[in-house]
């Protein structure tokens, strides 16, 4: 095997965090190499019809790095957060809680964003930047790492070496199971129905959470009266309904949803995950560094998952960027743990945080359905507590790093 050219930087995975990662290290001068087992066309189509919430630091960031067109990207703003509950599809929606524009700041905390257009728009700008180098359909096979490099072996039995690995590699990680990293994980015995709507009534830019017995059902607003949806639901029933036919499936979901959307109709195909938390104890080991759904995957009831991997995305930049001005070695383990401890509590704080709002919402429980409607009701009540709710949804709390400011 001839011997390979060492790299500054190397990622793996171009999923949208790992194409994210690429654009904003080369923004600051950075070199990168950035691998994937799958072509471009494959990503799209894998991910075709999918929506994510993304919270306004999210925003900063794609603001930041000059990606933020809200008309090319087709983006919905998030003005009004509905919560209710419903026990079942003979009961009525109860309302809990509500969050508007006004008791938020003059943005939105959150908007809606389809993959399709996030998708193409890092892919064209990784393709027009000299600093970045794609290799598609490269799957990595192999690694191995010493005290002044790792090295990876490709499916095509080409190797690269590099400074750094960066891992993006999805929430089923090779690498991690490769490297027999220790994690936590649960599964929660759900699966999560996804698709897009269209209806006649407008949305008025509202996201409605509704809390059923079998798990949440989330509805909430694209361009247009379009509307998409997140629905968790046990692993039998989820199965099924996933695959009913489609006017089954809406008459079933309109008995769940009450009079929210007016004449829906399912747009494209629906798509169904089996829902489980996964998180790495470490998200760090030897010159390499896990993010996005590789380090945490966590449960989409708070639409937060890309968010999160956004912020381990900005704050390794900026720990890298000290790294260069001090002369240090990028894959040092000083500089790594640096990175580890900056990240730590956010990440501890959002698994733990939809764990147990799943746990608290998802049965019919009669002390803990008591336990929710007064924890909503004190929320309801208090200014402050709201503001702390939404600001959980915009991403701003801790220590930011520059790229979400
Ligand atoms: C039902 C559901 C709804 C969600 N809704 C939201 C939401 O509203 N808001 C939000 O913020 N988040 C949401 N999320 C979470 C979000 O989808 C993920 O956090 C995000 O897509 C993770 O992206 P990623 O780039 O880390 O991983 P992936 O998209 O999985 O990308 C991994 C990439 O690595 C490549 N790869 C894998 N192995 C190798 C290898 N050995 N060699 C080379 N390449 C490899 C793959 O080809 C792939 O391209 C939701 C998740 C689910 C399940």
Known sequence: MKRSKKKQIVIVGAGLIGSVMAIALASKGFDVTVVDGAKHSDRVERNKGRTYALSRTSKNLLFNLGMWDPKKLNVSPIKNIVLSTKKDSDDLIHHL???????????????????????NMLASEINKNKKIQLLDSSE???????????????????SIRTEILIISDGRESGFAKRLNKRFFSKSYNQVAIVGNLSHDNAHNFTAHQ????????????????????????????GKKLSDSK??????????????????????????????????????????????GDSSQAIHPLAGQGLNIGLRDVASLVDTLIKGKKLGLDLGSIDLLKTYESWRSFDRISLATYTDLINALF???????????EFGMSAIEKSQLLKSFFTKEAAGEYGDLPDLLK
Not at 140 to 158: A, C, G
């Open 97 to 119: 809680a509500e969050f508007n524009e006004e008791s938020s700041s003059i943005e939105p905390s959150s908007y809606m964003i389809e993959d399709f257009y996030l998708r």
């Open 140 to 158: 990595v096979i192999q690694d191995e790492t010493n005290s002044f490099e790792t090295k990876i072996m490709l499916s095509d039995k080409s």
């Open 210 to 237: 509704i809390f059923l017995s079998g798990g949440p059902l989330a509805i909430l607003p694209l361009q247009g009266k379009r509307s998409t949806f997140v629905w968790s639901l046990p692993v039998e029933i």
């Open 246 to 291: 489609r006017e089954k499936f809406i008459n079933y979901l309109m008995d769940n949803a009450g009079d929210i959307l007016s004449n829906p109709s399912l747009v494209g195909e629906k798509k169904i995950f089996p829902l489980y938390l996964r998180f790495l104890r470490e998200s760090i080991d030897n010159r390499k560094i896990f993010i």
């Open 362 to 372: 998802s049965n019919n429980n009669f002390y803990l359905k008591a336990i929710r």
